[in-house]
C-alpha cells in the first residue's frame, strides 16, 4: 500500500465528508462472536472531538468526491474545483480495521459521491460492508448512507451488513430542493427508506418466529438536514422531523447548520455566520420531542414559527404556560416533573424515587441535579415556596433571561447535555 | 473508638464490616493499613485478617437488599480510592441492613448516600473516559500496548469491556499510577502486578514498522475532520480534558 497516496486521498476525502453531521455510533447491537473484531455497545463512544466540539466516533469518509451531480450545497458538486480522490474499497476496509484496532474508532461511516449512477455507488459501498463483515469478521458499528435511487436489490444487502442506513433529505422542503438541487428529487430518498423501514418491520416480526434471521439495519435509520442554506422556519423543520419520526420511524434526524463554503446566489453570502445557536435549539426541540413527550404542536405554531434564541425551547413552552406551574414535587406525575425548566429526564427520575422516602425541598433538588435557579420558580413545595410570586411577575421572562444568559449563548453544539 | 484495620482489599473491606456487625462495635473506623498512621498509642486497634466467607456472606446479604447493581455501586466506591471509601461504605450496609425492604441506594436525600451517587458517577465518568481514550499502540511482537493514568482505579471496570471487543489480537493496558495491567493473549484476559514498573523509557522504538503510518493517518484524519469555521476550543477541552491529551495520538 502506497501510504503516502493513502494520507492524501484520507486528507481530501475526510475533509469532504466532515459536513454531515449525522455520525453517532449509538444504537449498536452487534455482538462480538468469538475470536472476532469488534463489539458495538448501545450508548455508542466517543473516542475523541475535533476541535469544533464535535464528537468523533467512527470514521467519516466518502468513498469518492467525484460526483456527476451539482447540488449547490454541496463542496463535491460537481462544477466545484476541487482536488477529487477515491479509495478502493480495500484501503476503506483496511483504514477501518487498523483505526478501530487502536480502539480510535467504533467503526465505519460511509457515504459518497454518485460516480456514475445511483446504483454503481451504491454496490461500491455495499462491498466496503460486505468485505469488513464477512472477510474481517468485524462486528464494529458500519452506518452506510444510502445513495437516493438505489435499487431495493442494494438496500436489502446493505441493510445486511450495515448497522445504520440514512439518506439525507438536505434540504428541509421539497422546494427549497428543487432550488438547490435541481438534479435530484424527494421520491429517490424515499422510496429506499421506506424499502427499509418495511425490512426492518418485518425483521422485527420474523424474529419472533425464527431466532436465528440475519439482522436487518439493527440500528435504525436516520437522516440529516441542512438548516439556513434556504429560508424555511423552523416550525417547518420540525413539522418535517416529526412526520419522519413518525412515518419512517427514523431513530435521528440531524439538523446541521449551514456552513457557507460556496459562492452561488441561491445560497447564502459567505459571510454569512454558521447558524450555530439555531441549531442547538432544533436538537433541543427534537429531545423534547424524543425523551420529554412534547408533541410538534406545543414547540411552535403557525403564531410563532421560530424558535426563540433568547431561551430554550422547554423554558419558551413554560413562559407560555405559565398557568400549568407551579409543579408540586411530592404529588406530581412524572411527565409533568419533566416539564419544569432546569429539570432534566435523570433528575426528575431521582425525583419520583427519592420522594417515596422523604418530603423533598429545595434542598435537595439541588442535591439531584437540578438546575435550581431556574427550577425553583416553577416549583411549590409542601412547605411553601418564597420564589412563586415571581410567576405572576410581569418582567418574570426578563428575570429569567438576565439571570441565566451568559450560559445560555454559550451552548453552541448539539453535543453539551441540553438541559 | 475501635478501629479496624485491614489489608486494602475490596473483602478485607467487607470483612470488616462483617466484624463490626459480629463485635457489635458502634463508634469504628475502619482504616486499609496502607493508609494508617498511628497517632494515639492507646487507640484501640482490631486487626482484620481477610476472610472470603465473612466477605461473602456481607456479599449475599446486600444482593438480597440492593441487588447485584447495588453492589457494583459500592465497588465503584471502593475504586474511587476516595479518603472516606470506607466509612460511606459502613454507612451503606448499616442502613441496608437496617431497611432491607428498601433499596437505600435511591434515598438520595441522605448525604453519604448522596456522596456515594456522586463518587458513583465520577468513577463512572472516569470508566467511560478510559473505553474512549485507549490508545492501542502495536509492537514489534504484535501485542497492541496502551497505557493509561486514570483519576480512579478503574481498571477492573473496564476489563469486560474491551475483553469483549478485541477478541482476536493480543493487547495489554497498563495503569502506570497504580503499576498494574490487563494482559489479553488470544486465550485469557488478566490482571499482572510486575515487581518493578514497567520500563517505558524509549519503548517507541519497539513499535511495529507499520505503527507510526497508522498514527499519522489518524492525525491527519483528525485535523482534516475538523470544521474551521465552527471552531470551539473551550467545548474542546471540556470534552477531551488536558490531562489526558498526553495519551491521545491525535494529540501528538
Ligand atoms: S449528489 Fe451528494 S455528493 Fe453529489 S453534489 Fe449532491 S450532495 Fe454532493
Known amino acids: 500500500m502506497n501510504f503516502e497516496r493513502l494520507k492524501e486521498k484520507l486528507e481530501i476525502l475526510a475533509d469532504a465528508a466532515k459536513y454531515d453531521v449525522s455520525c453517532s455510533s449509538s444504537g449498536g447491537t452487534r455482538k462480538n462472536k468469538k475470536g472476532a473484531l469488534g463489539d458495538s455497545s448501545v450508548s455508542g463512544i466517543c473516542h475523541t472531538y475535533t476541535e469544533d466540539g464535535r464528537c468523533v466516533s467512527l470514521l467519516k469518509i466518502l468513498l469518492t468526491n467525484h460526483c456527476i451531480y451539482d447540488c449547490?450545497?454541496?463542496?463535491?458538486?460537481?462544477?466545484?474545483?476541487?482536488?477529487?480522490?477515491?479509495?478502493?474499497?480495500?484501503?476503506?476496509?483496511?483504514?477501518?480495521?487498523?483505526?478501530?484496532?487502536?480502539?480510535?474508532?467504533?467503526?465505519?461511516?460511509?457515504?459518497?459521491?454518485?460516480?456514475?449512477?445511483?446504483?454503481?455507488?451504491?454496490?461500491?459501498?455495499?462491498?466496503?460492508?460486505?468485505?469488513?463483515?464477512?472477510?474481517e469478521n468485524f462486528n464494529g458499528y458500519i452506518h452506510l448512507k444510502s445513495i437516493p435511487g438505489a435499487s431495493d436489490e442494494l438496500m436489502q444487502e446493505a441493510a445486511l451488513y450495515a448497522d445504520r442506513l440514512s439518506i439525507n433529505?438536505?434540504?428541509?422542503?421539497?422546494?427549497?430542493?428543487?432550488?438547490?438541487?435541481?438534479?435530484?428529487?424527494?421520491?429517490?430518498?424515499?422510496?429506499?427508506?421506506?424499502?427499509?423501514?418495511?425490512?426492518i418491520a418485518q425483521y422485527k416480526d420474523e424474529k419472533k418466529i425464527f431466532r436465528k434471521v440475519p439482522k436487518f439495519a439493527p440500528a435504525g435509520q436516520?437522516?440529516?438536514?441542512?438548516?439556513?442554506?434556504?429560508?424555511?422556519?423552523?416550525?417547518?423543520?420540525?413539522?418535517?422531523?416529526?412526520?419522519?419520526?413518525?412515518?419512517?420511524?427514523?431513530?435521528?434526524?440531524?439538523?446541521?447548520?449551514?456552513?457557507?463554503?460556496?459562492?452561488?446566489?441561491?445560497?447564502?453570502?459567505?459571510?454569512?455566520?454558521?447558524?450555530?445557536?439555531?441549531?442547538?435549539?432544533?436538537?433541543?426541540?427534537?429531545?423534547?420531542?424524543?425523551?420529554?413527550?412534547?408533541?410538534?404542536?406545543?414547540?411552535?405554531?403557525?403564531?410563532?414559527?421560530?424558535?426563540?434564541?433568547?431561551?430554550?425551547?422547554?423554558l419558551s413552552w413554560a413562559l407560555r404556560h405559565l398557568h400549568q406551574f407551579p409543579v408540586n414535587l411530592q404529588t406530581a406525575d412524572y411527565q409533568m416533573i419533566l416539564r419544569i425548566p432546569g429539570i432534566g429526564v435523570k433528575t426528575a427520575q431521582k425525583i419520583v424515587q427519592a420522594r417515596r422516602f422523604q418530603i423533598l425541598n429545595m434542598d435537595h433538588l439541588k442535591k439531584?441535579?437540578?438546575?435550581?435557579?431556574?427550577?425553583?420558580?416553577?416549583?411549590?413545595?409542601?412547605?411553601?415556596?418564597?420564589?412563586?410570586?415571581?410567576?405572576?411577575?410581569?418582567?418574570?421572562?426578563?428575570?429569567?433571561?438576565?439571570?441565566?444568559?451568559?450560559?445560555?449563548?454559550?451552548?453552541?453544539?448539539?453535543?453539551?447535555?441540553?438541559? | 473508638m475501635i478501629t479496624l484495620l485491614y489489608d486494602g482489599s475490596f473483602d478485607g473491606l467487607l470483612t470488616a464490616v462483617f466484624e463490626v456487625f459480629e463485635y457489635r462495635y458502634k463508634d469504628v473506623e475502619i482504616v486499609s493499613n496502607g493508609r494508617f498512621h498511628q497517632e494515639n498509642i492507646f487507640a484501640e486497634i482490631h486487626e482484620?485478617?481477610?476472610?472470603?466467607?465473612?466477605?461473602?456472606?456481607?456479599?449475599?446479604?446486600?444482593?438480597?437488599?440492593?441487588?447485584?447493581?447495588?453492589?457494583?455501586?459500592?465497588?465503584?466506591?471502593y475504586l474511587s480510592e476516595d479518603s472516606e471509601l470506607e466509612q460511606l461504605i459502613l454507612s451503606a450496609i448499616r442502613q441496608s441492613i437496617q431497611h432491607p425492604d428498601k433499596n437505600i441506594l435511591q434515598n438520595y436525600a441522605d448525604t453519604d448516600i448522596l456522596k456515594i451517587s456522586k463518587i458513583c458517577k465520577s468513577v463512572s465518568r472516569e470508566r467511560h473516559?478510559?473505553?474512549?481514550?485507549?490508545?492501542?499502540?502495536?509492537?514489534?511482537?504484535?501485542?497492541?500496548?496502551?497505557?493509561?493514568?486514570?483519576?480512579?482505579?478503574?481498571?477492573?471496570?473496564?476489563?469486560?469491556?474491551?475483553?469483549?471487543?478485541y477478541q482476536d489480537q493480543k493487547w495489554m493496558i497498563y495503569d502506570l499510577r497504580r503499576n498494574y495491567g490487563i494482559l489479553y493473549d488470544l486465550e485469557n484476559c488478566e490482571f499482572f502486578y510486575p515487581e518493578e514498573k514497567l520500563d517505558l523509557h524509549k519503548y517507541q522504538q519497539k513499535f511495529h514498522d507499520e505503527e507510526q503510518n497508522y498514527q499519522t493517518l489518524w492525525q491527519r484524519y483528525f485535523t482534516k475532520t475538523n470544521i474551521v469555521e465552527r471552531k470551539n476550543l473551550k467545548l474542546h477541552v471540556q470534552h477531551v480534558p488536558k490531562r489526558y491529551w498526553k495519551y491521545l495520538t491525535e494529540k501528538w
Open chain 1, 72 to 135: 449547490a450545497y454541496c463542496v463535491s458538486r460537481s462544477s466545484n474545483d476541487i482536488k477529487r480522490a477515491g479509495f478502493t474499497v480495500e484501503e476503506v476496509v483496511d483504514l477501518t480495521i487498523n483505526f478501530y484496532r487502536r480502539n480510535y474508532i467504533e467503526g465505519l461511516f460511509l457515504s459518497s459521491g454518485i460516480f456514475k449512477n445511483a446504483d454503481t455507488t451504491m454496490e461500491r459501498l455495499v462491498r466496503v460492508a460486505k468485505k469488513l463483515r464477512l472477510e
Open chain 1, 169 to 199: 433529505l438536505e434540504i428541509p422542503t421539497e422546494s427549497g430542493l428543487k432550488l438547490l438541487a435541481p438534479e435530484k428529487n424527494r421520491q429517490d430518498m424515499l422510496s429506499p427508506m421506506k424499502y427499509i423501514q418495511n425490512g
Open chain 1, 222 to 314: 436516520s437522516t440529516q438536514m441542512i438548516v439556513g442554506a434556504t429560508n424555511e422556519n423552523d416550525l417547518q423543520i420540525i413539522k418535517v422531523a416529526d412526520h419522519f419520526y413518525k412515518n419512517f420511524s427514523l431513530k435521528r434526524v440531524y439538523y446541521s447548520g449551514y456552513v457557507p463554503v460556496l459562492e452561488d446566489k441561491r445560497l447564502p453570502s459567505l459571510t454569512t455566520a454558521v447558524p450555530m445557536l439555531r441549531e442547538n435549539r432544533l436538537y433541543q426541540s427534537d429531545w423534547l420531542m424524543r425523551f420529554y413527550g412534547f408533541k410538534a404542536e406545543e414547540i411552535l405554531d403557525p403564531n410563532m414559527p421560530y424558535l426563540d434564541l433568547e431561551v430554550d425551547p422547554k
Open chain 1, 368 to 419: 439531584l441535579g437540578a438546575a435550581v435557579n431556574r427550577a425553583k420558580y416553577f416549583i411549590d413545595f409542601n412547605a411553601g415556596n418564597a420564589y412563586l410570586r415571581y410567576l405572576t411577575d410581569k418582567n418574570f421572562r426578563n428575570l429569567l433571561v438576565g439571570g441565566s444568559s451568559s450560559k445560555f449563548h454559550n451552548q453552541f453544539s448539539q453535543q453539551l447535555s441540553l438541559f
Open chain 2, 48 to 77: 482484620v485478617i481477610t476472610q472470603s466467607d465473612k466477605a461473602e456472606r456481607v456479599l449475599k446479604k446486600l444482593e438480597q437488599n440492593i441487588e447485584k447493581s447495588g453492589i457494583h455501586e459500592l465497588l465503584k466506591v
Open chain 2, 129 to 165: 473516559r478510559m473505553t474512549a481514550f485507549v490508545r492501542f499502540e502495536k509492537m514489534q511482537d504484535g501485542v497492541f500496548f496502551a497505557k493509561i493514568d486514570p483519576d480512579f482505579d478503574v481498571l477492573p471496570l473496564i476489563r469486560k469491556h474491551f475483553k469483549d471487543r
